[in-house]
């Protein structure tokens, strides 16, 4: 048996609108509108917490309930607690090991059992207060034939006196409620004790900020109790320091979303942040991620994790970002459910990582759909991480490995380079480059699977970002003055884009030669994304294309680059006039590559269908149609679109 420690707190400004119910015959049924319009959160009750036994309709939980899923019954459960006067801790959790899915699992009031002693006990002047009693109240699920969960234990008795939700006064009983004392954030710069900052940490906004005569109640696990896999500490006052700067945040900003999530010694483990531009940015260009993770190359860095991807001008922006001091499966799992929450669960398409495992595991876990590629900049990080000490000159090394990685995009020169770096370092038998060869279809440029990031000057792009924060990474720089700096990169980032914009308007791309091709995409893409297109159709003058065989209206073309052997399948389809390529370039990037480009040709179409256009390299990637904004509105508001909406979207298009 494992527990289950996924359990998070977000901020945001819809949490305000989730209230819990009382009533004398708990009344489990209510229906709570507390969709987000821009964000869906992840602390959030659902809108439904309807259980399948309908003949049950006072909602009073008793053995024999039956639920969808086990996350409806502890959401369900949740609702209940919160209706009683008591908080929900996850316990154990039984899991098949065929499949992986869940056989039984445990759900126990917040206050069972006893905390666990604290090795540094010893060393402490005044200890915490003992919040548990023991109390044995708990409900048991278990997962039946037809896959529907069944409550087959159920505890309804406290051994300890239950908190009136609407008594505002009696919440700060409640370990997953209270108001946050604002005298205690309000200086960032004078010395906060770690430890009552860190039980804080999933408070809602209090008093500071003017709480509500009746404090809200959401159905949330406030007390985690992560398995600890901690790499770094906070430093005594940062996590009040943090605190207080999410709050103002979200003061500020009502759509400023983050989450915390907390380890078994009630410390801050991780903790996840995004405005509302970076949810629009991601709802635009989140097709494919890059999870930056080179803080492990740095012991002394603080341990930032950026969700990134690339605009319509192939500029980095961010979507999101996270302090993971904990680097448990558990922790990482958190980390991409709190990201797609934020985003609104739209999942992106691809997903570039380091090649570790725990990060796979967590992926195929939490977004299996997500094609997963290895980022090839983090790999050659972690390749230098590796082999720089078993080499005399480091620096030399690093260069050639830089060369052989990003500067070919011929598979032949690409394995001619590498056998002539391993010869000249004398690391044939180097078992990590071994290994790293054996990988080089997930990582290499040269296979076309992972050249989104990689821009014109054989670099990667997130290689610039990331540069410029190695200075304000450094653990011993204070914590705000970090998000000072981060908060002017982004800031900086977003204003790129608005010159980009600018010069677009007013510069009209060179093209290479007067070609209706040419004249044609330049006019759709982005001069940056034009400068891709281009480069491919110049490319395409030295390709060769054969006919291989005809079948209906598929037609397969063998096709190559002027005196090389390597060939690939283009496959051409005249009744829609489709066309595909083994290279699988626009599959990856996004761009038809130039043996596609050949075929076209070679059909004598002279301009790039338009199912070959993608919106995010286009100058209009950030307008939206008027179909999109109607179903934008029918999907808040599936009865009708209305007149105001329609009108709105008409003048955008």
Known sequence: MDRNDDDLVSSHDDDMDIRCQTSNNLDLNIEHDCCSPKVAHVGSVQSTLSSKDDSNSDGVLKIGMEFESDEYAYKFYCKYAGLVGFSVRKDWVNRSKVHGRVVSRKFTCSKEGYRRKDKRDVNVKKHRKETRTGCLAHMIITRQPDGIYRITHFEENHNHENVNPSNAQNLQELPSQGTIDGAGVTEADSTINL?????LAFQLLGRQFGARENLDYPAIDFENYLKSGRIRDLKEGEAGRLLYYFQRQHFENPSFFYAIQLDVDD??????????????????????????????????????????????????????????????????????????EAMSRKKPEAILTDQ?????????????????????????????????HVTKDADSFAKVLRSCIFDHEDEEDFIHAWDDMVDKFTLRQNEWLRWMFREKENWAVVYGKNSFFIDVKSTHLVENFSNNLKNYLNSDLDVLQFFTHFESMVNKQRYNELEANYDMGRCTPRLMANVVLLKHASDLYTPKAFEVFQREYEKCLNIVVNLFSENGSLFEYKANTYGQPREYTVTFNSSDGTVTCGCMKFEYVGILCCHALKVLDHRNIKVVPTCYILKRWTRDARVESFRECAISVEEESPKSITASSVAAASRID
């Open 195 to 199: 430890e009552r900052q860190s039980q």
């Open 267 to 340: 410390k801050i483990s991780n903790i996840f942040w995004a405005d509302d531009n970076m949810v629009v940015d991601y709802d635009h260009f989140g097709n494919v991620v890059c999870l930056d993770t080179t803080y492990r190359t740095q012991k002394d860095f603080r341990p930032l994790v950026q969700f990134l991807g690339l605009n319509h001008h192939r500029q980095v922006v961010i979507f999101g970002a996270a302090l993971m001091y904990d680097e448990t499966i558990d922790s990482l799992k958190w980390l991409f459910q709190t990201f797609i």
């Open 356 to 388: 570790d495992a725990t990060i796979i595991q967590a992926i195929d876990s939490e977004i299996p759909e997500t094609n997963h590629r290895v980022c090839i900049w983090q790999m050659y990080q972690n390749a230098l991480k590796h082999l720089s």
